[in-house]
């Protein structure tokens, strides 16, 4: 597989010097692997961390910015941060006002935040964490205990992020953070598998003229493999997957998301499937973003992301942001 790397070992490590000419209002430190806001740490503000394996970008380093996260912690592909990286993070943007660790459910990310937690508290810094496992496709993958965590994690590090910013205290950011959470349902489509730079090939096979449904983040296996299916069916089957697990009670934010390889004539063509099936099983939608924004390198496919709000999470939606991947209102 061709890709546009010099080695595979450098991959991360020029991904982020490549980040800090981009965006020189962030702190980017290429070797401990730690992006930092510019202004960090900002007075009399509880501070957000989150981070992951690379290979999901722009999660996590690209919603790096006020009203979203302080720092991120980039691990080498598809493996998890070391405490180290989340403690000096933790303590980079810590203001006195306390830290929330936004954490995906995945083993390694689960354990090495747990560590750097105590890292970090030994060090004097107030530390709470919320877990994201929003995934409905499966209850135990290769990866984890439970379900996974993945489109829900754009919306929790948002919503409680915008709380952050406008001076809420930890107990309440965490709150927020934990009724976001609960609140998201993703399910994901792959049309291929993904090609990690370690490999060069593709990490599964996916035969021509087949897709699977209810895939997670690294190309970890879903539910089951259908013939290729038109965009409605394709919408339909995920939308009913979602709505089986947790019809919500009211308006929906949704996240239709790319998984990188597919474009954004594809996603936009398949929102329109998506809006379709929540309105003929009459779901409010009052807003949607549409893009590449939780990935797994090259794969072609999707997620769907289902986030139910009150007034007060939809104002959070639309606060200020300025990051990277997400930018409005300012």
Not at 178 to 191: M, Q, W
Not at 216 to 224: A, D, L, N, T, V
Not at 292 to 318: F, K, P
Request: glycine share 12%; proline share 6%.
């Amino acid at each position: 597989m061709k890709q546009l790397i010099n080695v595979p070992e450098r991959v991360v490590a020029d991904a982020l010097r490549g980040m800090a000419a981009a965006h020189p209002d962030l702190t980017v430190d290429v070797e401990q692997r730690v992006v930092l806001r510019g202004d960090a740490p900002v007075l009399d503000k509880v501070a957000l961390v989150s981070g992951g394996g690379s290979g999901h970008e722009p999660l996590h380093a690209g919603f790096v910015g006020p009203g979203m996260l302080d720092a991120a912690c980039p691990g080498e592909v598809f493996t998890s941060p070391v405490p180290d990286q989340m403690a000096r993070a933790a303590a980079a943007v810590d203001s006195g006002r306390g830290v929330l660790f936004v954490v995906k459910n995945y083993t390694g990310d689960v354990l090495n935040f747990e560590m750097a937690a105590e890292l970090a508290q030994d060090e004097g810094v107030q530390v709470a964490s919320v877990l994201v496992e929003d995934d409905v496709a499966v209850t135990d993958s290769t990866f984890t205990a439970g379900r996974r965590g993945t489109g829900g994690t754009l919306f929790v590090e948002k919503l409680a992020g915008a709380a952050a910013e406008a001076g809420a205290p930890l107990e309440r950011v965490e709150r927020i953070a934990r009724r976001v959470a609960a609140s998201c349902r993703s399910f994901g489509v792959a049309l291929t598998a993904c090609t990690t730079p370690a490999k060069g090939r593709p990490t599964f096979d996916l035969p021509e003229g087949e897709l699977e449904l209810g895939i997670g983040i690294h190309g970890e296996p879903g539910r089951e493999r259908r013939p290729m299916m038109t965009s409605g069916e394709i919408a339909d089957a995920t939308v009913d997957a979602l709505l089986a697990e947790h019809r919500p009670h009211g308006p929906v934010l949704v996240l239709v998301n790319g998984m990188g390889g597919t474009p954004l004539l594809e996603l936009y063509g398949f929102n329109a499937e998506v809006q379709r099936a929540l309105g003929e099983r009459g779901v409010a939608v009052p807003r949607t973003l549409v893009g590449n924004y939780v990935t797994s390198l090259d794969m072609a496919g999707c997620s769907v992301t289902l986030c139910q709000v009150d007034e007060e999470m939809l104002r959070l939606w639309d606060a200020p942001v300025s990051t990277p991947a997400l930018r409005w209102g300012r």
